[in-house]
């Protein structure tokens, strides 16, 4: 016999986002933990077929506002010559006691700068995961 599974959709509220110990919360309209799994496949002869997961990569993938005043900005952390090329721990969750977060350790590489006229400018920037990401409790 089947069972309905509940619903219960994650809303992204206000998330905290933690790069390299500081929190950009509020640079940040966008913050998503996306999977790259390469899927290998074999078809042989007299119908034989192989299908299997090859290593599985994640890349932190970000939108956020450009900034080019505030000192310790997101865009002025990861265009700092001084980081790019450093492996950096992050921190992602939803707010509230619901949810999952996830942490781990991204590489820092640079994003665009500029944009279009008269509009907010933004940087979209996919940063590599070391490894895997570890599921962590949602936060206050």
């Known amino acids: ?3 309905t599974v509940a619903l219960v959709p994650l809303v992204m509220k206000n998330p ?3 790069l390299g110990g500081e929190e950009y919360d509020k640079s940040c309209s966008s913050a998503t933990l996306t999977p790259n799994a390469v899927v290998v496949t074999w078809d042989g002869f007299g119908d034989a077929q192989i299908a299997d997961v090859g290593t599985v990569t994640w890349t932190l ?5 450009q900034d080019q005043t505030t000192a310790d900005s997101l865009q002025g952390f990861l265009n700092d010559p ?3 090329g450093t492996k950096v721990p992050f921190e992602v969750r939803p707010t509230g006691t619901t949810g999952k977060g996830y942490s781990g ?10 944009g279009a006229k008269g509009v907010v400018a933004t940087a979209t920037v996919s940063l590599a995961v ?3 990401p ?3 409790a949602a936060g206050a």
């Open 1 to 3: 016999m089947t069972q």
């Open 16 to 18: 905290h986002i933690e």
């Open 61 to 65: 993938d970000l939108i956020l506002a």
């Open 82 to 84: 001084a980081n790019i």
């Open 105 to 114: 350790e991204v590489l820092v590489i640079p994003v665009p700068i500029g």
């Open 130 to 132: 070391v490894g895997q």
């Open 134 to 136: 570890t599921p962590i």
